[in-house]
């Protein structure tokens, strides 16, 4: 039976507690950062996509001088806080750690950058001065990653910006799409806060492009405009039974859950989650967390070309999620309109697609998991209908731009999810500071 307020408030605190504590004092930074051997041509700065230059910031909280260390992370990353809670380092800078070839545990590069990132916002340290006016207003719709990091290397410059969230806060998908167990939504409010604290950015909240404005009017009313509206719509799995009371889309669970208290939201006693990316994990841990009985992961392919990392996958062992591997949903069973039940055809694996994975092929044979709720986590879609009535061009949606960041509007430019189709924030956030150095250059030449 799907229903709410299956815990305890301190167990729901408890599931839903930071998963990556911070170092306890200063000396465990200090400790930690001796440690790093400060290469040369650092292979972790080369595998962050911001570019941050990691043994410098490193250095600098050996000497005790935090807010230099933070200084050196904001200026190629101003989501470095966000991103030292959500990135799958495991595959960025720590995987690429020169201590991975030893066989020794790599530097924890993101909980040092977030030792200095949280000290600097939590202390409200002003590190970079905005120039004067220059006198150019630029119009940015999303306040996520891309939208913000654009925002912010505009108004340091001198820029005035202005940003369409359509949401009530900003964040984007660090407020609304990330399991709360990563980042709490006040955590990404304050980060909201102390990135516009330079000046120079005006949010309007509930403004959405397409309702509330049009791309022409942005147009005509700024001098430049950046897009960084990301992807939103879940993919369907165009099966028998998606209509069934108890079927959900894991983008919709976790906007419900980042924004309402655990106890309101209804979860199954027997849960199955179609996926095995990012989202899927999230999806599935949260539901075990808020006490789920049996939670269980389907995917198509094995574990092999499972798309998530292998720490995030841990996380789904750890909290007890099981996994269905080579398995795909078939047909949806209900009783009375709800779920009882999962369909799933068995699976083997054929020749390598595009993506140079094994591609799941139908033996024909069939199997059932027994459930009364159903998450899909299967992909999401862009704002193909938005994008295309708007006349941007687009590949299926994904909005396309030169190298440059322009797109086929004049004084249009876009960046993050809804050019590349869903990557990390991250890579977001580099979209919006290199985007932000075209449209300065676009406008002052
Ligand atoms: Fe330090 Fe590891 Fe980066 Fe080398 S690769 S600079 S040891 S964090």
């Known amino acids: 039976m799907i229903e709410n307020n299956r815990l305890t408030l301190e167990q729901y605190q408890h599931n839903f507690t930071d998963i990556h504590p911070p170092f306890e ?42 807010k230099g260390s933070a200084h050196t992370i904001f200026t190629d990353n101003i989501m470095g806080a966000s991103c030292s809670k959500v990135c799958p380092v495991e ?14 545990e790599p530097i924890q590069i993101a909980r040092l950058q977030r030792y200095s990132t949280e000290k600097a916002m939590y202390n409200n340290w002003q590190l970079f001065e905005r120039k004067p006016s220059l006198g150019r207003k630029v119009a940015v719709v999303g306040a996520g990653p891309a939208g913000l990091a654009c925002a912010f290397y505009l108004a340091k410059e001198g820029v005035d910006v202005t940003i369409f969230e359509k949401e009530a806060k900003g964040g984007g998908l660090m407020t609304y799409g990330i399991a709360a167990y990563k980042v709490t939504p006040e955590f990404c409010e304050e980060e909201v806060q102390y990135i516009i604290s330079i000046g120079g950015i005006d949010i ?35 099966i028998n ?26 979860v199954g006693e027997k849960v199955a989650v179609i996926g095995l990316g990012m989202t899927a994990i999230d999806a599935a841990t949260q539901a075990k967390r ?9 995917y198509r392919r094995t574990e092999k070309e499972k798309p998530c990392t292998d720490v995030e996958l841990d996380i789904a062992k750890l909290d007890g999620c099981n996994l269905e591997y080579l398995a795909a949903p ?21 020749e390598a697609d595009a993506s140079g994975r094994r591609s799941p092929v139908d033996t024909g044979e ?42 086929n509007w004049n004084g249009v430019f876009a960046g993050g999810d809804c050019i590349n189709g869903g990557k990390e924030v991250v890579n977001a956030a580099q979209d919006g500071k290199l985007a932000a150095r075209s449209i300065l250059e676009y406008m002052l030449n």
Do not use: W
């Open 25 to 66: 004092n200063k000396d465990g930074a200090i400790i930690e950062a001796n440690r790093c051997i400060m290469c040369y041509d650092a292979p972790c700065t080369k595998m962050c996509p911001t570019h941050i230059n990691i043994p410098k910031f490193i250095k600098q909280i050996t000497t005790g001088n935090v």
């Open 91 to 104: 595959k960025l800078c720590e995987g690429s750690c020169v201590y991975n070839l030893l066989h020794e």
């Open 204 to 238: 309007r909240y509930n403004q959405e492009l397409g309702k509330d404005f049009h791309l022409k009017d942005l147009q005509k009313n700024f001098d430049a405009v950046f897009l960084g509206i990301g992807v939103g719509v879940a993919r369907q799995l165009d």
């Open 241 to 266: 039974g998606e209509n069934y009371e108890g079927v959900e889309d894991a983008i919709s669970y976790i906007y419900n859950l980042r924004t309402n208290d655990f106890s309101e939201i209804p």
């Open 290 to 298: 808020l006490g789920a009985k049996d939670v269980t992961i389907v």
């Open 330 to 350: 078939k047909e949806i069973i209900s009783e009375n309109g709800n779920v009882k039940s999962l369909v799933c055809s068995r699976m083997r694996l054929g």
């Open 366 to 407: 069939t199997f059932t998991i027994d459930c009364d709720m159903i998450i899909k986590a299967a992909g999401q879609t862009p704002f193909e209908e938005l994008i295309s009535s708007s006349k941007l061009e687009n590949k299926y949606g994904k909005v396309s731009v030169n190298s440059q960041y322009k797109t």
